[in-house]
């Protein structure tokens, strides 16, 4: 359960809040207006730290809820700017495009790349199969993955595709992350920048119905994820 102790609001107010900046896209002057709109004022600095602290909590629930995925995976990294810079963001969704993980990074290499897979293993459990591009980075971090699958004994590898036009599922969600983040003026810093894109992601898992609760509005499940 997440607390909200110190918070001078109440937490379905601080909830709907960041809900509707991570699902909408919007500017933070923007949501103030909103949010004044619906009688609640509330400054565009305060919404700021709000998605900044909770995100990242939201997003750590909804990795122990979401539903089991299968076992064929799409990796591949797109391109975001923070502070003026780009940086990398490293995505994983599964052959029926629900999405796995996500790792935001100020670099594209093999060392990078490892990581990212092993943080996807650690949250979905090995898959017997993934999908990449021609990026010889991420090559390298599933060779890594297959070195350490051999020396702990383990007998099935897994198996390495490059083939393009298999990746087009996560390239066409790339695109769904990018339309969300392109209104809200670009990322200041690396940490807020993480901390908002775990929270769009949230969002768009419950769009994509991951966390099995039909019939419950978007923002409800979002909410729960809380405690």
């Known amino acids: 359960m997440i607390s909200f102790r110190g918070a001078h609001y109440p937490k379905e107010v601080i909830m709907y809040s960041v809900f ?10 923007d949501l103030e207006e909103i949010m004044d709109e619906l009688g609640i004022k509330v400054d565009h600095a305060t919404l700021n730290r709000w998605v900044i602290r909770f995100s990242p909590l939201i ?10 995925s299968a076992g064929s995976w799409r990796v591949d990294e797109t391109y975001l700017k923070v502070k003026g810079q780009w940086v990398y963001y490293y995505r994983a969704v599964d052959k029926h495009g629900d999405t796995l993980d996500f790792m935001l990074s100020e670099h594209r290499d093999e060392e990078a790349a490892t990581q990212f897979f092993k943080q996807a293993i650690d949250n979905n459990g ?3 199969r993934v999908v990449i591009d021609k990026s010889g980075a991420n090559e390298a971090g599933l060779l890594n993955m297959n070195i350490l699958l051999f020396l702990v004994g383990w007998v099935y590898l897994i198996e390495i595709l490059q083939v393009k036009y298999l990746n087009n599922r996560i390239e066409q969600d790339h695109r769904f992350i990018k339309k969300l983040t392109k209104p809200m003026l670009g990322f200041k810093a690396f940490f807020s920048a993480q901390a908002t894109l775990a929270g769009i992601e949230v969002a768009h898992m419950i769009r994509k119905k991951q966390l099995s ?10 909410m729960a994820l809380a405690g």
């Open 20 to 29: 509707f900046y991570v699902r909408y896209g919007v500017s933070y002057r």
């Open 59 to 68: 997003a750590a629930a909804a990795m122990k809820k979401k539903q089991p």
């Open 126 to 128: 090995l898959p017997h």
């Open 213 to 222: 609760q039909t019939g419950i509005p978007a923002y409800k499940q979002f």
